[in-house]
């Protein structure tokens, strides 16, 4: 085949998007949650650091990018979306989203789907009457190509993780079983354009009038149940589709940018191995139960493991034992300009020392000129600051603090028990 066509048609597919309805109401659906977490910020820091425009156009950037590169991936693995069950994929998500919003998760979901098709099809061995009736099209769905596509997506996510999860992060003040403690919260939502194939048998002549593209020999990799007849063609067809992908995490015992960089390294790992399972279940049918169970558990452990790793440390911002701790700085305030950062120890304002939060905001704003004795890495500097009436600072809360979050950690297990245990009382 020539790989002219195939480009053209990809290229084309793909940048069709500001044509699909669909990807702008995700956007104004990101655009929502971005509102929503800038009041929270109003809430609690008094005004919000970065209006959701400009988050919902960073989101809306780096989506295009990531959306490339995934619709790249699934067009070289040829996955057609006609056969791994996104029918019943997406109600179950829209359950799981029941039972805690973080579950709306294709991991979760989709790996579900796939156990239960395994079984179907494992029972439809002994009992062919099984597949036979309404459960056949449940156990006709393609489980490696399923778990290939979650695999994509999750991989797609990591990068996106990489270059901007920690961008916007915003400051917060949590309560935790070390006290109150200052921390970030990271929330990005992400608009995906995606080019999807559907695997189509055409007559022989009308390939061409359907936009349709003959693949390489080679591909693809993860071949369907669709056969040619006489005077057919086995022929693909690209569709755009939209998906959109969000990220939550707290940054407590770290800064953002490590966080998010481990966060981004450990999910391309599960990524990377969930789509080694996909391959090894093509040629090894044994596999797929393993892989399909791997998709939700993999994802909630790596899950468990990080919030169990970041709020068993101990906290990057806490009040100090004497001065007071920078958690962060507002864009463009006089205390940025000035080169204040997160993390500095301000122990006096012109000379006079300060102990607790309240005695330095009552002391900063008492003066249009002030000079801060700051620590920074165990070394001394002197920072000058012309104060326009609000410097800008974030400091660390500290036991004083009247306003703060308190993060309840949940995992799938014991989440899934709890609503159990509600169900069983209520009856």
């Known amino acids: 085949m020539e790989i002219a066509p195939f480009v053209r048609l ?12 669909l990807f ?28 959701f425009w400009r988050r919902s156009f960073y989101s809306a950037l780096t989506g295009l990018a990531g959306g490339f590169i995934a619709s790249l991936m699934l067009v070289l693995f040829g996955i057609s979306l006609t056969e791994i069950g996104i029918r019943y994929v997406w109600p179950l998500a829209i359950l799981l989203l029941l039972v805690n919003p973080r579950y709306l998760c294709f991991a979760y979901a989709g790996g579900l789907v796939g156990l239960i098709s395994a079984a179907v099809q494992l029972l ?42 920690h961008l916007f992060a915003a400051p917060v003040f949590l309560k935790t079983e070390k006290g109150i403690v200052g921390g970030y919260s990271m929330q990005k939502f992400w608009p995906l354009p995606l080019v999807g194939v559907i695997a189509a048998v055409l007559p022989e002549g009308a390939t061409e009038a359907a936009e349709a593209v003959k693949m390489f020999d080679w591909w693809p990799l993860f071949a369907d149940a669709v056969s040619p007849g006489t005077g057919q063609s086995l022929m693909y067809v690209m569709l755009p589709i939209v998906a959109g992908l969000g990220y939550g995490d707290m940054a407590i015992s770290s800064a953002p940018h490590e966080k998010s960089k481990s966060s981004s390294l450990n999910l391309a790992a599960y990524s990377l191995v969930l789509i080694a399972a996909a391959f090894l279940a093509l040629f090894y049918p044994i596999v797929t139960i393993p892989a399909a169970l791997f998709a939700p558990v993999g994802h909630e452990i790596l899950i468990i493991i990080g919030n169990k790793r970041e709020f068993s440390r101990k906290p990057l911002y806490i009040a100090p034992e004497k001065g007071v701790q920078v958690l962060d700085v507002f864009p463009c305030s006089p ?69 703060y979050l308190q993060f309840k950690q949940h995992n799938l297990f014991s989440a899934l028990a709890e609503k159990l245990r509600s169900k069983t009382h209520n009856t």
């Open 24 to 51: 702008w109401v995700v956007i104004t659906l990101i655009a929502i949650q971005y509102r929503r977490m800038a009041r929270t910020e109003i809430q609690l820091l008094g005004r919000s650091r970065y209006t």
């Open 124 to 165: 439809g061995r002994f009992y062919p009457a099984i597949i036979a009736g309404p459960l056949g099209d449940i156990a006709g769905i393609h489980i490696p190509g399923l778990l290939a596509l979650i695999g994509i997506l999750h991989l797609t996510e990591s990068f996106l993780i990489a270059v901007s999860g």
């Open 10 to 21: 990809f290229l084309v597919t793909f940048f069709s998007f500001p044509r699909n309805v």
């Open 335 to 403: 205390a940025e300009k000035a080169g204040l950062k997160a993390g500095d120890i301000i122990h006096a304002v012109n000379g006079l020392p300060v102990e607790k939060n309240w005695g330095f905001n009552a002391l900063i704003n008492s003066f249009a000129s002030v000079e801060l004795d700051v620590e920074r890495d165990a070394a001394d500097y002197s920072i000058n600051i012309y104060n326009k009436g609000d410097a800008g600072i974030i400091l660390t809360p500290d036991e004083h603090a009247t306003r």
